[in-house]
């Protein structure tokens, strides 16, 4: 960490999005009233992504309504909002970055905010027109100028983007394959027994579903037509959505001295091993610390709530504070009529406990290792949140017929802590 610094005069964050801005925001909030720089690859001023796979799809939501901030208020703050430019290259000694086009840009402190891209196939067809992965505004206009084409959807990746996209998909009417690898939906994230729970509701709202299955090539003559799999199935396809996850963006950063682990490494104050140099959002690995007193696991995490607190914190100790970041980490997903909140990380677990009927649509599945909540996905719920929050973030043993006890309610039981 580097709280000892003198105070800094010139700061510049690279990655105009949610973590971005969530940084600027709280710098200027902070009283920071020196030079600041907010760099973006993408054209438009900072939005948000979730509406992308959900209202923007759906054609609910007006595009407008994305953007993080009034357009004026970069001006107001003084935050000198610079678009469509992209870093080359950090020169940590110099204590300066590069522009695409050379330009070279001094800090005395700088914030690495630039998220993370989709990974995509290796296998024939990807370039046709007509297949999409989801991670701009961009490319959401791109994908719903096809749906509107109204032929069948293929979505590749059963992961929590292409679960959503495959559940606008279909409340827009349209036909919907989706084709994964693994045993169930988000298997990876929430496990096989929970993902199967998600499994139906896709399928019972009419998304054929082809789990344990893998693409081997997208063709068309000039256009997708049709997806082959690993079964040697053909699936017709108008539009086809790759979902496959995302990587860090941290390639430009290579050779700098920077650590680097499929993410720029921090501790817990946000800051790298590179003095003055900080990284929050997407792009950042850290070390989360469960509740409880187990051992703290390097984690990336890819979520609304974590860019955002992340990025305050990081903006604190750029001014010379040091606040460790321990949040309960949270994210949630909608999809058809779920709205599915997970609160905390597990990794592993040993015991799922049931609480209501999540499976059909209200209701929670907590995730206990050794009898210590570690996690809890609600469904439909979202008044328990800030129970659930304190439930878990208080990492004790608890006792599971307590949890599934629908009669107790989990306030009074957060209370009891
Ligand atoms: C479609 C979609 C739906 C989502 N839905 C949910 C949800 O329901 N719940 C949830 O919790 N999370 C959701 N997320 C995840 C959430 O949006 C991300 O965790 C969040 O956007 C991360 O913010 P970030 O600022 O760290 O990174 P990003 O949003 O990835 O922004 C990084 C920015 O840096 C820019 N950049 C990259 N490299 C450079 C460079 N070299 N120079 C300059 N700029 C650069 C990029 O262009 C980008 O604008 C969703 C994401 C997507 C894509």
Redesign the pocket.
Known sequence: MSASLPAPRSIAI???????ASAADALRRQGYDGELTL????REPPY???P???SVLAGTEDEDRVFLRPADWYEEQQINLRLG????GLDAAGQAFLLDDNERLPYDRLLI?????PRTLDIPGVGLPGVHT???LAD?RAISADLAKDGPVIVVGAG??GA?VASVCRVRGLAVTVVEPLAAPMARALGEEVGALFADVHRAHGVDLRLGEGVTAIRGAGRVEEVVTLSGARIPAAVVIIGVGVRP?DG?LAGSGLALADGVVVDEYCATNLSGVYA????ARWPYHPAGGADATMVR???????IRQ?ENAARNMLGEAVAYAPVP?????QFDWMAQYIGYAERWDKLVYRGEPASGAGAIFYLDAGRLRAVLSVNRPRDLGALRKLVGAGVQLDSALLADESLDLRELAKRL
């Open positions: 690279v990655g105009a999005s949610l973590a971005g760099i973006g690859a993408e948000e992504r979730p992308l796979s959900k430019v992209r870093t080359a905010a630039t998220g993370s891209i989801l991670r701009t959401a929590f983007i959503e963006a430009w929050a959002g997407d792009v995490l890819e979520h609304y709530d974590n860019a990025a949270y994210f949630w997903t909608e």
